[in-house]
């Protein structure tokens, strides 16, 4: 997503440049992107100047979004889901309610597009990663 903003405007992004960029399988990004274009995050455009771009403005995506489209809600524990059957009495509920409440606020107040900048920043420094 951070590599599809930092050339969001231009042209598609290809699957071998971003695999090319971020040292990984062309087939690893490919159904990293299937997911995010399932998700309703990026677009695939076909054609010889085909590829992937963001679906919408970078500044409207939250890291939240990006982690539930690909990995599913944020639950940090199980009863953190009303499906729990000791949740009513449950000690420790609260606690992991208010630790993933503190992350989704983090994490919704993150957006791709101040990842892009940021990474724009380090990458023209020489020192870029986005390893997570």
């Known amino acids: ?3 599809l903003a930092m050339h969001n405007g231009s042209s598609p992004t290809t699957k071998q440049w971003i695999a090319k960029a971020e040292e990984i399988s062309s087939d690893y990004v490919e159904q990293i992107l299937v997911n995010l274009r399932t998700g309703g995050l990026v ?15 970078a500044g409207e995506i939250v890291v939240e979004e990006v982690l539930e489209v ?14 729990c059957r000791r949740s009513t009495q449950c000690v420790t509920r609260s606690v992991w309610s208010r630790a993933e409440n503190a992350l989704k606020e983090v994490f919704s107040a993150q ?22």
């Open 1 to 3: 997503m951070v590599r």
């Open 43 to 57: 677009q695939s455009h076909r054609g010889t100047r085909g590829g992937f771009s963001l679906a919408r403005n």
């Open 70 to 83: 690909m990995d599913g809600p944020l639950e940090l524990a199980p009863c953190s889901s009303a499906e």
């Open 111 to 132: 957006t791709v597009e101040d990842l892009a900048e940021e990474a724009k920043l380090r990458e023209a420094a020489g020192m870029a990663s986005f390893d997570i």
